[in-house]
């Protein structure tokens, strides 16, 4: 049975853009209120705009760099003022630096591991209380097909993702039993903004609405799992492991995203 999202709010982070804003667009669609967190003030508006014009959501933004240390505290502090009742939660703002380790900016590496880890892990602690107070909530975590794997030239991102997939499906673990929801979406090559500041290249790219609709999907059955890898190709690379050594996946994913200096 698909769920029902008419009146809840849904708190999205890095929704300016990507697979943000395409659970944004969804969400609304579904009937959802927004609150939309992002950098980029105009880009925000921008899409707000949009969403209530088009639908009947209520649609709130907040600017915020989610990458500075103690920014989950000030989101929380903000919303808590403006006493913002959290349903579902997608923690999808992150990104990667595709350089080796020795050549990476060390503000930036923090930045990475804060953005990517800390406030999606802090964001989650934050929300989950009230959650379970009401027995009913949806966290969503945006992972990578990179987190089943080493990936050399993405060392710190794939490490971080790897630790989005480890942290949700525990947290399904722990849920068990509750009416909350917790998943872990791993996309591959997605059609965002990734590789420009990451600095990487790759062809062909899925739409991000393949990532929403696949997870969206996921949620709508009827015993949900703890994590999804979107795409059956980006399916049978995550379990290149199973049908190679480890040495062998990782000489692959550096053929694919080391650079030579």
């Known amino acids: 049975m698909a769920i029902d999202y008419v009146g809840k709010t849904a708190l999205i982070t890095g929704a300016s853009s990507g697979i943000g804003e395409q659970f944004a667009r969804a969400l609304a669609s579904r009937g959802a209120n927004l609150i939309l967190v992002a950098r ?23 600017t915020l760099d989610l990458s500075k240390q103690s920014s989950s505290d000030e989101l929380v502090k ?9 349903d579902v939660l997608i923690n999808n ?7 080796r380790l020795q050549n990476q900016d060390m503000n930036r590496l923090r930045q990475e591991i804060g953005l990517n880890v800390s406030t999606l892990t802090e964001l989650t602690a934050s929300y989950l209380p009230q959650m379970l107070a009401r027995d009913s909530g949806i966290i969503i975590n945006i992972a990578s097909t990179a987190a089943y794997q080493a990936v050399p030239g993405l060392t710190v991102y794939a490490a971080t993702k790897a630790y989005v997939l480890s942290f949700t499906e525990a947290l399904w673990g722990e849920l068990r039993g509750s009416q909350v929801l917790a998943l872990a979406v791993s996309p591959g090559a997605t059609a965002t903004e990734f590789f420009d500041v990451s600095g990487g290249k790759m062809g062909k790219m899925a739409p991000p609405t393949d990532v929403v609709k696949g997870a969206l999907a996921e949620l709508d059955k009827r ?13 049978m690379m995550a379990s290149a492991t199973k049908f190679a050594s480890r040495k062998q996946v990782i000489a692959l994913a550096a053929s694919m995203f080391l650079k030579e200096r």
């Not at 903000?78 to 959290?86: E, F, G, N, S």
Request: aromatic share 2%.
């Open 40 to 62: 980029r003030t105009d880009r925000l508006a921008a899409l707000a705009a949009d969403i209530e014009s088009s639908t009947k959501s209520k649609v709130t933004t907040v």
């Open 93 to 99: 703002a992150g990104f990667g630096t595709n350089l």
């Open 223 to 235: 015993n949900p799992g703890p994590s999804i890898i979107i795409g059956s190709s980006n399916r």
């Open 78 to 86: 903000i919303l808590d003022d403006k006493k913002a009742v959290i």
